[in-house]
């Protein structure tokens, strides 16, 4: 089984012409939203110059993000230490992306990539399924706790060409996670705009026999496969 996930984080608006993109090419992902920050304006200093941060809005998650999953990036971009103050930015966000979305969000990505253990347990006892870190794995193996998933690897990420070469050379099962975020593709560079994002889906399609997943249906997959 070769399954291929992107996520990508913080819900700004170019998500949308993202999601397009994917869209084109049958592909799926999951995009993590800050609940208490949807449709806001805000200045913000970026790539060395002054901008202007814009989220999607809750009344467009559907339309945005059509064929994708939305997931958590929490209810204020953090996540406390204590389980009390973590359950209760969390509930919030699940509620609020729930009720824009209209299922159940079972998922999420750590604000700033990583977590201490207390907090993945704390998740753990509320339910979710999954919440993804950043720090790569560069290999293809699921992770040992879903509550701590690292990715593959980011788009951009120097290893890409390598790692595609031994995606599609797999004989046996493999998980490939890349993540990034939409912003990001606005860059001039080639190998991180939005023509160089294409590229590298116009090669990930090449790959046979691959199954495209959002986030949760990749965790669950392999969960039902793994029996775990």
Known sequence: MKILT???DDGEIYDRRLAELLRKFGMQA???LISGQLGIRVPFYRYGEDTVVERVSAAKIPATYCGMEVASHTQFHRLPQEEKEIRREMEESLAVLSRACGYV??????????????????LRR???????LTEPTHDFAPPDDWLQWRPTCHY???AMPALLERFAAASGDALFHIYGHSYELTQSD????WLGFERLLQRLSAVPGVQYCTNVDAARLWQMRRGT
Do not use: E, I, W
Not at 105 to 122: I, K, S
């Open 6 to 8: 992107f996520s990508f």
């Open 30 to 32: 999951t995009f993590f």
């Open 105 to 122: 969000v079972c998922g999420m990505a750590y604000p700033g990539g990583h977590c201490a253990q207390a907090q993945a347990d704390t």
């Open 126 to 132: 509320m339910g979710l399924t999954y919440a993804r």
């Open 156 to 158: 951009a990420d120097a």
């Open 190 to 193: 080639p190998q991180k705009n």
